[in-house]
Nanobody, 123 residues
Framework: QVQLVESGGGLVQAGGSLRLSCAAS????????VGWFRQAPGKEREFVAA????????YYSDSVKGRFTISRDNAKNTASLQMNSLEPEDTAVYYC????????????????WGQGTQVTVSS
């Protein structure tokens, strides 16, 4: 098992930046692909970004491509999501998720989830 804890959320004005962090504990983190998802009120959870367990490959949703960057540091058991040029539409609870040997975009393929961190972007 792996346990995930997100941090770094908050309130920011449109055009601003935030960096979310995901701290992992438990089994070998470098065996797990990591994904970031978000869920806005009244909406389904949606895929944001994913990074391969090796860190060599990344993938982004069209809505964040060019603005968000996912990364990981396997030596520190952490993953991050750098969010730039934030828009009010980015307001949501952001979740970090892990999948063993995974590199996935579907939430159902991830077996481990953090508790989420709120990101609010004001206009």
């Amino acid at each position: 098992q792996v346990q995930l804890v997100e941090s770094g959320g908050g309130l920011v004005q449109a055009g601003g930046s935030l960096r979310l962090s995901c701290a992992a504990s438990g089994r070998a983190f470098n065996n797990y692909g990591v994904g970031w998802f978000r869920q806005a009120p009244g909406k389904e959870r949606e895929f944001v970004a994913a990074i391969h367990w090796s860190g060599d490959s990344t993938y982004y949703s069209d809505s964040v491509k060019g603005r968000f960057t996912i990364s990981r540091d396997n030596a520190k058991n952490t993953a991050s999501l750098q969010m730039n040029s934030l828009e009010p539409e980015d307001t949501a609870v952001y979740y970090c998720a892990a999948a063993l040997w995974g590199f996935r975009v579907r939430a159902g393929d991830y077996g481990y989830w953090g508790q989420g961190t709120q990101v609010t972007v004001s206009s």
